[in-house]
């Protein structure tokens, strides 16, 4: 009953990011509406239920973070707050301007994903095509070839050498709990491999501005307040943002 129960947990977890990742699903039929009531129980199966649905509502406080480490969201988000640490930006853009961007742009790459995940599970299961069971395995077959394409082989290893599973035979032989590990530290990978290239230029602009005021004698001046406006007019000139945008978008094909 549990397992049952979690499944369409995950299910109504996935039809709600459907909300924000397409608007086809506006228009989908409306789900049941859950309400909480407090009474005396009859017999010890009902107290059991009650404390399944206790179980099921703590999982369910924990969705958002995994939705957001199953997508792109931990990569974009990281660049761009590498971003503004090289910028030597302390709050500007300020963090809900960073994550509401991260967030954006995690649907638009995960659209098309999140598109399949609606029209070969969430639709078919309100229409009572399928059931909860078939609805998840379907639903969970784009976001795993998504995770999958992104993953690095190296650590995909590790987690299955470390839980001493059988070498899957295919992609799709491969257990969520080692497929999602793997996918989020090649996710910190990739990121942090992007941030030490943006590092670079502002790096040299430090060098240069730090060199010059050593040369003329004013050790006691900071550097980073010639330089700061000097890196801000780099940025601007070259289209910063545009830039590492387009980094990301490209980094996911």
């Not at 700061?228 to 007019?233: A, R, T």
């Not at 601007?236 to 830039?243: A, F, H, I, N, S």
Request: zero cysteines; aromatic letters at 10%.
């Amino acid at each position: 009953m549990i397992k049952k129960r979690s499944r369409l947990l995950l299910l109504a977890v996935l039809a709600s990011l459907m909300v924000f990742g397409t608007a086809t699903v506006w228009a989908a039929p409306p789900v049941p509406r859950l309400e909480v009531n407090l009474g005396t129980a009859q017999n010890p199966g009902q107290v059991a239920e009650s404390l399944q649905w206790i179980a099921i509502l703590t999982i369910l406080s924990l969705a958002p973070a995994i939705l957001i480490m199953t997508t792109a969201f931990t990569r974009i988000v990281v660049v761009l707050s590498f971003t503004r640490n090289a910028l030597a930006l302390q709050q500007m853009p300020p963090n809900q301007v960073i994550i509401g961007l991260a967030l954006f742009l995690t649907f638009f790459v995960m659209a098309p994903t999140w598109s399949r995940v609606q029209a070969e599970a969430i639709t078919p299961y309100l229409a009572g095509e399928i059931g909860p069971e078939e609805a998840f395995n379907k639903g969970t077959v784009p976001v795993r070839e998504f995770m999958y394409k992104q993953t690095r082989a190296k650590d995909l290893r590790l987690f299955l050498q470390v839980a001493k599973a059988e070498r899957p035979k295919s992609p799709a032989d491969i257990p969520l709990t080692v497929l999602i590990p793997a996918f989020i530290i090649s996710e910190l990978k990739t990121a942090f491999m992007i941030g030490f290239m943006i590092y670079i230029p502002f790096l040299v602009i430090d060098m240069i501005v730090s060199s010059t005021l050593m040369s003329m004698g004013m050790m006691m001046l900071p550097p980073v307040m010639i330089s700061l406006p000097f890196k801000v007019l780099l940025f601007v000139m070259v289209d910063g943002w545009y830039l590492v945008v387009q980094s990301l978008l490209l980094s996911f094909r």
